[in-house]
């Protein structure tokens, strides 16, 4: 294993009903609170009437910014940084997906960034000019969807207005929330589809970090927990398809997203995620979902490396997660995605083969290296990113 450093400081409050407590955690960091969630936000009626009583109770006072969207854009960060300042608020809180929590972060970062919001993005890996924040409003983040992981991560991915490219801030120093709400009967209500995304979206990240892991180390136990959580996220998204109010399944989901991004399937084994980029040229390009866009590229990735010499992991992963072979892996998740509703081919987004140079070229210019590459193992060409395209068609 490589030499690494591990911090995550997030106190991760976990269970059935513990959004409660919401007002015992907020008061530990602030007295004047902002509640950022969707624009579109009626579901969440009665969740948001319960923090408001939890807060109160505690000291708290509180307003709502409803201004997030699916990719959420730099212009509705600003929005909410100015709120923050208009109010004097000294504490946010992030109810909703990662889209939410995301943008919460950005806002936290703004309200005490001296450059335009985009600068704190990386949008491009070639000639790197982002200026990270070095400061953020504390934040609590509560999850109503099993996905990004976004609640115990220092990431924060938006879409700049100006370029219209997709990416992210990553800043340990400031970005980690105070505490995670984790509370798995807030997702009991969400639509089959969503569901099935953030199952996918959680597989994507730890798939990510299985292939593109050291080529070069024995790394048996990163691999097996990996595999594990792949594995208990399909038996966990098949329990609450067939019963969306089984907390017990929805809590794996949930946790599983966590552990799936906050660093713990990585550490000792940097993983680049290639498929993420792909992905975000696609969420950022059509406003296609998350989930989604992922689904399209781990089948296109699997595809392309069927017939590869380099597809050592590959193989593994399909005999390891899947039980059969790469060629009948991609297939069966495929199949799966395509029962569950999500689109399995970028055509369905509106993509067309005359968009594959272009969508290419994005990720040239906001993903690859200053070797020409996009990052992963093995590092891939453009021309292998536009074949993957090609094949997601």
Request: glycine fraction near 8%; hydrophobic fraction near 40%; charge should be negative.
């Amino acid at each position: 294993m490589e030499n690494f450093e591990y911090y995550n400081p997030v106190k991760v409050v976990f269970g059935e009903g513990v959004l409660n407590q919401v007002g015992t955690y907020a008061a530990a960091y602030g007295k004047k609170a902002m509640l950022v969630t969707y624009t579109e936000c009626d579901f969440f009626a009665e969740t948001i009437e319960a923090i408001y009583e939890s807060l109160e109770k505690a000291g708290v006072s509180c307003i709502v910014f409803k201004g997030v969207t699916a990719n959420p854009r730099t212009s509705q960060a600003k929005r909410g940084v100015e709120l923050c300042k208009e109010n004097d608020i000294d504490l946010l809180i992030g109810l909703g997906g990662g889209s939410v929590i995301d943008c919460t972060k950005v806002i936290a970062a703004g309200v005490f960034y001296e450059h335009d919001i985009a600068k704190m993005l990386m949008l491009s890996h070639s000639d790197v000019t982002a200026i990270p924040p070095t400061k953020a409003l504390p934040y609590i983040a509560i999850p109503t969807l099993a996905g990004t992981g976004s609640e115990m991560n220092p990431i924060g991915v938006v879409t700049d207005d100006a370029s219209g490219q997709k990416s992210y801030v990553w800043e340990p120093g400031c970005l980690y929330a105070k505490a995670a709400i984790m509370d798995p009967t807030l997702t009991t209500g969400l639509p089959p589809y969503q569901t099935a995304c953030g199952g996918i979206d959680i597989v994507a990240h730890v798939m990510e970090a299985y292939i593109n892991g050291d080529p070069d180390t024995n790394l048996t136990l990163h691999n097996r927990m990996q595999e594990g959580v792949m594995r208990a996220t399909f038996e966990a998204l098949e329990q609450v398809w067939e019963n969306p109010g089984d907390v017990q399944a929805r809590g794996v989901m949930m946790w599983a997203a966590t552990v799936a991004l906050n660093g713990w399937m990585t550490s000792g084994t940097f993983g680049f995620t290639p498929m993420h980029q792909m992905g975000h040229v696609l969420s950022a390009r059509y406003n296609a979902t998350h989930g989604a866009t992922l689904t399209c590229m781990m089948i296109s990735w699997m595809k392309y490396f069927e017939t590869r010499s380099d597809n050592q992991k590959y193989v593994m992963l399909a005999e390891n997660v899947f039980g059969c072979s790469l060629h009948e892996a991609w297939q069966k998740l495929e199949k799966l995605a395509i029962a569950k509703g999500v689109q399995t081919r970028i055509s369905e987004f509106g993509a067309t083969e005359a968009d594959l140079d272009s969508l290419t070229d994005e990720v040239v210019s906001v993903s690859f290296g200053p070797d020409g590459l996009l990052n992963g193992h093995p590092k891939m060409s453009r021309e292998d990113i536009y074949q993957c395209y090609k094949l997601a068609l």
